[in-house]
């Protein structure tokens, strides 16, 4: 018959076979320094008990951050293990020492038991990667569990770009991740994800507190801002997008303007609804909008959201009377021929209007690719190389039909120029585009014989003027 067991004598059994797991809580966290008083390790408790994060020091400052958890009488950091003798831990041939200084912690807020005010927390501060190389900096969006966050570079000191975090059923949805668990503390935030993964983001600078515009509320302060300078859209496997909204057609509907690289993508439509009170632009429908200080939400009705911030720069209001609007007439096309005689172009494509009289001409549409001969190979940039040309009847194919082309003679109007020439002609090209660009104002008289005659006004907006009059000479 077996014997009870006292509960005191197993607990003392216990403790006895695993005194450096009951221990390590309190000895084990805390900073570590070298013999030189240089900081070395951090550990911070985590989630579940002898896990939790280390930060890495090397010469005083932040190299990076891993996992630490207690196998048997080791602690093992990553690749490397270490252990705690009496008060030190000896870890990579070094004799640590705990430092008396620790992070300030009076208080840890979970996100499962107080999710509002982990929240305000969380949107309320800037946020370091451990290694302080990536910050992060939330802000809430069109609900207390829903916003938008901006990843920055501290290296380069710029965006790399906007994402969308929120809260559901105390689960964290952030950068892609769901984590199951948060805290955040008076120094520091971790996430947990359900591979027992951890993030780990050091509190830093107190956030400003932008002014928010809601589309529902202020309809017209939000459409000027929208209008106002430019919007970025940055991704991290493809081109910056700077979008230029501009209120071509009224005060409230305009075109979208796109930019990736300086070559201008193309347009589409935005509206704003006064029956519904929703923003149209293209065939996407956003029932509500937001500018928050340099940053753009727009909400669809299934709840995803669209985010721009402002790029660095001027930010230049433009209204709908500034907008130069030509009608075409036989009668005078001087205006038209003025604006169409710039160069043009639309992604890749070069477009130039070439008038031979006053109401007929040609519009020429070209792309140029610069080639080279080296060695063997005949290579044309963006376009195709190959070592061998075939010929027969009309047709020319380069290499192994990669390209074909056949021989033709019918007219043409361009012809190739000069690399002098050309420079000349782009310095032409570039004066005329800044003299179309400048704003001006003019006054148009129609007489009763139908003439038009255009009389330029020495002002750039009709915001810069009080009052007209016409009077007797």
């Given at each position: 018959?077996?014997?009870?067991?006292?509960?005191?004598?197993f607990?003392?059994?216990?403790?006895?076979?695993?005194p450096?797991?009951?221990?390590?809580k309190?000895?084990?966290?805390?900073?570590w320094?070298?013999?030189?008083?240089?900081?070395?390790?951090?550990?911070?408790?985590?989630f579940?008990?002898?896990t939790?994060?280390?930060?890495?020091?090397?010469?005083?400052?932040?190299?990076?951050v891993?996992?630490w958890?207690?196998?048997?009488?080791?602690?093992?950091?990553?690749?490397h293990?270490?252990?705690?003798n009496?008060n030190?831990?000896?870890?990579r041939n070094?004799?640590?020492?705990?430092?008396?200084?620790?992070r300030k912690?009076?208080?840890?807020?979970?996100?499962?038991?107080?999710?509002?005010i982990?929240?305000?927390?969380?949107?309320?501060?800037?946020?370091?990667?451990?290694?302080?190389?990536?910050?992060?900096l939330?802000?809430?969006?069109?609900?207390?569990?829903?916003?938008?966050?901006?990843?920055?570079?501290?290296?380069k000191s710029?965006s790399?770009?906007?994402?969308?975090?929120?809260v559901?059923?105390n689960?964290f949805n952030?950068d892609?991740?769901?984590?199951?668990?948060?805290?955040?503390?008076?120094t520091?935030m971790?996430?947990?994800?359900k591979?027992?993964?951890?993030?780990?983001?050091?509190?830093?600078?107190?956030?400003k507190?932008?002014?928010?515009?809601e589309?529902?509320?202020?309809?017209?302060k939000?459409?000027?801002?929208?209008?106002?300078?430019?919007?970025?859209s940055?991704?991290?496997?493809?081109?910056?997008t700077?979008y230029?909204?501009?209120?071509?057609?009224?005060d409230?509907s305009g075109?979208?303007?796109?930019?990736?690289?300086?070559?201008?993508?193309?347009?589409s439509?935005?509206?704003?609804?006064l029956?519904?009170?929703?923003l149209?632009?293209g065939?996407?429908?956003y029932i509500?909008?937001?500018?928050?200080?340099?940053?753009?939400?727009?909400?669809q009705?299934?709840?995803?959201?669209?985010?721009?911030q402002?790029p660095?720069?001027k930010i230049?209001?433009?209204?709908?009377?500034?907008?130069?609007?030509?009608?075409v007439s036989?009668?005078?096309?001087?205006?038209?021929q003025?604006?169409?005689?710039?160069q043009?172009?639309?992604?890749d494509?070069?477009?130039?209007?070439?008038?031979?009289?006053?109401?007929?001409?040609?519009l020429?549409?070209?792309?140029?690719?610069?080639?080279?001969?080296?060695?063997?190979?005949?290579?044309?940039?963006?376009?195709?190389?190959?070592?061998?040309?075939?010929?027969?009847?009309?047709e020319?194919?380069?290499?192994?039909?990669k390209?074909?082309?056949?021989?033709d003679?019918k007219?043409?109007?361009?012809?190739?120029i000069?690399?002098?020439?050309s420079?000349?002609?782009?310095?032409?090209?570039?004066?005329?585009?800044?003299?179309?660009?400048?704003?001006?104002?003019?006054?148009?008289?129609?007489?009763?014989?139908?003439?038009?005659?255009?009389?330029p006004?020495?002002v750039?907006?009709?915001?810069?003027?009080?009052k007209?009059?016409?009077?007797?000479?």
């Open positions: 018959m077996m014997k009870k067991i006292n509960k005191n004598i607990v003392l059994i216990i403790m006895i076979n695993f450096f797991v009951l221990m390590a309190n000895k084990l966290i805390g900073m320094l070298d013999v030189n008083n240089q900081p070395t390790i951090e550990l911070i408790q985590g579940k008990p002898n939790g994060i280390a930060i890495i020091y090397d010469k005083g400052k932040i190299e990076d891993e996992k958890k207690i196998e048997d009488d080791k602690v093992q950091i990553s690749y293990s270490g252990k705690l009496g030190i831990l000896e870890y070094k004799q640590l020492k705990k430092s008396n200084e620790t912690i009076t208080n840890t807020i979970e996100l499962k038991k107080e999710p509002n982990f929240i305000d927390v969380l949107t309320s501060h800037k946020w370091l990667t451990g290694n302080e190389k990536k910050s992060y939330f802000f809430k969006g069109f609900s207390n569990e829903t916003g938008i966050y901006n990843k920055i570079d501290e290296t710029e790399e770009g906007l994402g969308e975090w929120s559901a059923k689960v952030f892609s991740t769901l984590y199951l668990e948060a805290i955040v503390t008076d520091y971790m996430f947990l994800d591979s027992d993964r951890i993030l780990f983001l050091n509190k830093s600078d107190k956030l507190k932008y002014d928010k515009l589309l529902k509320e202020v309809k017209e939000f459409v000027n801002d929208l209008n106002s300078g430019e919007w970025l940055r991704a991290a496997y493809s081109s910056d700077i230029k909204f501009r209120p071509v057609f009224g409230l075109l979208k303007y796109s930019y990736s690289k300086n070559i201008y993508g193309g347009a439509e935005w509206e704003y609804s029956k519904t009170g929703s149209k632009m065939y996407t429908e509500n909008a937001q500018i928050q200080g340099p940053y753009l939400l727009l909400l009705k299934n709840g995803d959201v669209t985010s721009y402002r660095k720069g230049t209001k433009h209204i709908f009377s500034n907008i130069k609007n030509i009608e036989e009668k005078d096309t001087n205006q038209l003025d604006l169409l005689n710039n043009l172009h639309l992604d494509y070069t477009y130039q209007f070439i008038f031979k009289n006053n109401t007929e001409g040609y020429h549409k070209f792309k140029t690719y610069p080639f080279l001969v080296s060695g063997n190979k005949f290579e044309v940039k963006d376009w195709s190389n190959f070592e061998n040309l075939k010929f027969y009847e009309k020319i194919v380069f290499g192994k039909n390209k074909s082309l056949a021989l003679s007219q043409v109007y361009l012809k190739h000069s690399e002098d020439e420079k000349k002609l782009q310095a032409e090209k570039k004066s005329a585009t800044e003299k179309t660009s400048k704003k001006s104002i003019s006054m148009t008289i129609v007489t009763k014989d139908g003439k038009n005659i255009r009389i006004l020495p750039g907006s009709f915001q810069d003027i009080v007209l009059t016409i009077e007797p000479n």
